[in-house]
Structure formats: structure tokens, C-alpha cells
């Protein structure tokens, strides 16, 4: 049997599209819904230089759950869910999650629940640097 859940990582390293959208394909699927999050340059009408995310131990486990979660709520066929850790650039990757479903209406709903969750929910907190020095932490992911 293969796992609904097929990829639910964080990781220090450059994320890939390609690589989720391949870990949720699935000849069953009628679609598939993909979010890339990525560093914006300006946030609160201030340049951003760049950020870091630092993680809980406890989020990979988080993260898997809230897959888990969705997946059954919403019928998924396959889930594939990747979160970066560390320093990243204006235009880095952050995020990038991905749920097939057999139509496109459960596809899209199922993806924006599971990176609106995995925001609230999965303990990764984000520190903002702006230009000009100054800089915050933002709990979400």
C-alpha cells in the first residue's frame, strides 16, 4: 500500500518544485493543486534583506500530521509537503506543498488547507531582516 503522505520534510537545502509535484503525481488524480511560497523583497513597507527559518525538533512530525489531516478530510489521493530551514534570499524557495485529488475543486481546497495549517500549526519561526538593520521574528511558516 502506498502512503497518502508521500514526502512531508524540512530541510536546510534548496527546495525543488519539481520534486513535489512528482512525489504527489498519481494516475488517479484529476488534479493536482501545487503552493510555492517564496522571500518576498518587501514586507510591511520595508525592504527585506533576507530571512532564516528555524525549526522545532518537533516540526517534521507536525508537519506529517497536518498531512495526514488533510488528506483524510479532503480525499486526497497523494500529499507532498517541503518546508526550507535555515538562511534564504529574496526569491528562495520557502515552501512548496502539492495535493492530488480526483477533481480539481478538492484539489485546490485540500492545498490551500495545508499551507494555511501548516502555517498556524507547525512550530518554524521565521526571522525577517530589513534593510536599514533592523529585523523580527514571525512565528509562522
Known amino acids: 500500500?502506498?502512503?497518502?503522505?508521500?514526502?512531508?520534510?524540512?530541510?536546510?537545502?534548496?527546495?525543488?518544485?519539481?520534486?513535489?509535484?512528482?512525489?504527489?503525481?498519481?494516475?488517479?488524480?484529476?488534479?493536482?493543486?501545487?503552493?510555492?511560497g517564496t522571500v518576498r523583497e518587501q514586507d510591511h513597507d520595508r525592504p527585506v534583506v533576507r530571512l532564516g527559518y528555524t525549526a522545532h525538533p518537533s516540526a517534521p512530525a507536525e508537519l506529517r500530521r497536518i498531512a495526514e489531516k488533510v488528506?483524510?478530510?479532503?480525499?486526497?489521493?497523494?500529499?507532498?509537503?517541503?518546508?526550507?530551514t535555515g538562511d534564504l534570499e529574496v526569491g528562495d524557495l520557502a515552501v512548496v506543498v502539492a495535493v492530488a485529488s480526483p477533481h480539481r475543486a478538492e484539489a485546490f481546497d485540500a492545498c490551500r488547507a495545508l499551507i494555511d495549517e501548516l502555517k498556524q500549526v507547525v512550530p518554524v519561526w521565521k526571522h525577517q531582516e530589513f534593510a536599514g538593520g533592523d529585523s523580527e521574528w514571525v512565528n509562522s511558516a
Do not use: C, N
Open 71 to 84: 488528506a483524510a478530510s479532503f480525499g486526497a489521493i497523494a500529499v507532498a509537503a517541503v518546508h526550507r
Open 1 to 36: 500500500m502506498v502512503d497518502i503522505v508521500r514526502l512531508a520534510e524540512l530541510r536546510d537545502t534548496p527546495l525543488s518544485v519539481d520534486e513535489v509535484l512528482s512525489a504527489a503525481s498519481d494516475p488517479a488524480a484529476g488534479g493536482i493543486a501545487l503552493f510555492v
